[in-house]
């Protein structure tokens, strides 16, 4: 199975920061990388897919790079809004495998 | 307007079994590949399975297999889970969830929580 391990765990950060999470896959997986948001009793949110392509209806501020084994997901100026639990997820090869999460908050 | 609704989840003990269903609309659903994803209280997301889009093809986790079938009703528009011999840790809420290709998962449900315990 493929591990993805997902870094920082949490990070709290004001409105209008700069906020970056990377995600490493234990082996490359091209582009075959995905990343959602997750708020509490809310379904799931694609965000970004094959690593770099903004899902439709997701703001501009966010953005994903990276390719092989590591891989970035950037909030460019954090809004209230985004206050959420972000993962990372490869679709290289089954199982799916997801990162252990970053919980982002507003400070 | 996408809509994936699932149903059929509740509290069960060790050792029974449940049916989720999730019904899709506002897509096509039989050209789309389906998963169910699990989270567990205070937990990440888990995969637990996928079928094609004519559902000719099935894959599981390892931690289900031979326990849980997925299937599907393109008729319907319907998704299926079902789950024999659950046991505690298999207590989550389970989302249902499309991919166009089976990559990425665009479209999810609200989330149907099983409680497996006595």
């Known amino acids: 199975d493929i591990q993805m391990t997902q870094s920082p765990s949490s990070l709290s950060a004001s409105v209008g920061d700069r906020v970056t999470i990377t995600c490493r896959a234990s082996q490359s997986i091209s582009s075959y990388f995905n990343w959602y948001q997750v708020k509490p009793g809310k379904a799931p949110k694609l965000m970004i897919y094959t690593a770099s392509r903004l899902q439709s209806g997701v703001p501009s501020r966010f953005s994903g790079s990276g390719s092989g084994t590591d891989f970035t997901l950037t909030i460019r100026s954090l809004q209230p809004e985004d206050s959420a639990t972000y993962y990372c997820q490869q679709s290289y090869s089954t199982p799916l495998t997801f990162g252990g999460g970053t919980k982002v908050e507003i400070k | 307007e996408v809509q994936l609704v699932e149903s059929g989840g509740g509290l069960v003990q060790p050792g029974g079994s449940l049916r989720l269903s999730c019904a899709a609309s506002g897509f096509t659903f039989s050209r789309n590949w389906m998963h169910w994803v699990r989270q567990t209280p205070g937990m990440g997301l888990v995969w637990v399975s996928r079928i094609s889009n004519d559902g000719s093809s099935t894959t599981y986790a390892d931690s289900v297999k031979g326990r849980f079938t997925i299937s599907r009703d393109n008729a319907k528009n319907t998704l299926y889970l079902q789950m024999n011999s659950l046991r505690a840790e298999d207590t989550a809420v389970y989302y249902c969830?499309?991919?166009?290709?089976?990559?990425?998962?665009?479209?999810w449900g609200q989330g149907n929580l099983v409680t497996v315990s006595s």
């Open positions: 969830t499309s991919s166009p290709y089976g990559g990425f998962l665009e479209y």
